[in-house]
């Protein structure tokens, strides 16, 4: 094979190596992963916030049934001096009387904030399940998105080192100063071997002299386009004169 055919495919192969990472760079700028991990992140700390709202009313019923057995047991006994002490003295009667008739007020609202903070509880617990159910739901596809993401990366990695290790072989082949030449232009224009069609350099569109050209179809030798530097390729259908 000639340099040129050489530099050609080195060249088809690089256009392909930087397609690829150009692809890879896209995916990793416009995957959804990070928008789902934050919504994920946020319905966790929404999660925690309701698991602690329901512990803090699960510790106050406790509290208060607590408190609730001991106005009972008050109650118990105030009721037991009333009706079961015989005291004549008007004054302690109606002492206890009140005393009685407060500790059934307190029961009374005690009995109240328990119901409200079970309904609120029940309420909680609800929201939990379906914040859960929700947050599952969002937890598969983002590891879906992950594991779709990780294997297309992947395979794109893998197409990439496969035509990194061909212009490899390639630039094994050819002369040091001639693969120089070739990546400082890949380097600085993105392309270093253009193509020449309808007697245009396909890297800046100038039309080339017919000398150039000429050149190009009966010879092997390394042509540049005069104005954008490139290495300029001729099909080699059209130097078989294949196209005239
Ligand atoms: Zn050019």
């Keep these: ?105 307190e029961i009374e609202e005690k009995e109240t904030e328990i119901l409200f903070t079970m309904d609120e509880t029940d309420r909680l617990k609800k929201q939990l399940e379906e914040k859960k159910k929700n947050t599952n739901k969002i937890r598969a596809s983002y590891n879906d998105a992950v594991k779709e993401y990780k294997s297309t990366i992947e395979e794109l990695n893998k197409k990439a080192s496969q035509e990194a290790r061909e212009i490899k072989k390639i630039a094994s082949t050819i002369d040091e100063k001639l693969y120089h030449q070739f990546s400082k232009l890949v380097n600085t224009k993105g392309s270093a071997v253009v193509e020449v069609i309808d007697n245009r350099c396909s890297g800046c569109n100038m039309v080339l002299p017919w000398v150039l050209v000429s050149k190009l179809r009966e010879s092997d030798e390394i042509v540049t386009c005069e104005n954008c530097q490139r290495i300029l390729y001729l099909s080699r259908d059209i130097r078989n004169g294949n196209n005239e």
């Design 1 to 105: 094979m000639s340099d040129i055919d050489k530099l050609w495919q080195m060249q088809k192969h690089t256009s392909n190596y930087l397609a690829i990472k150009r692809a890879i760079k896209e995916l990793t700028n416009k995957n959804n992963i990070k928008k789902i991990s934050s919504e994920l992140k946020e319905l966790e700390k929404e999660l925690e916030e309701l698991k602690n709202n329901i512990d803090k009313n699960e510790k106050l019923l406790i509290k208060n049934n607590l408190m609730l057995k001991d106005y009972d047991y008050r109650l118990k006994k105030v009721e037991k001096s009333l009706y079961e002490e015989n005291i004549t003295d008007l004054k302690q009667l109606s002492f206890l009387d009140k005393e009685r008739k407060d500790i059934l007020k």
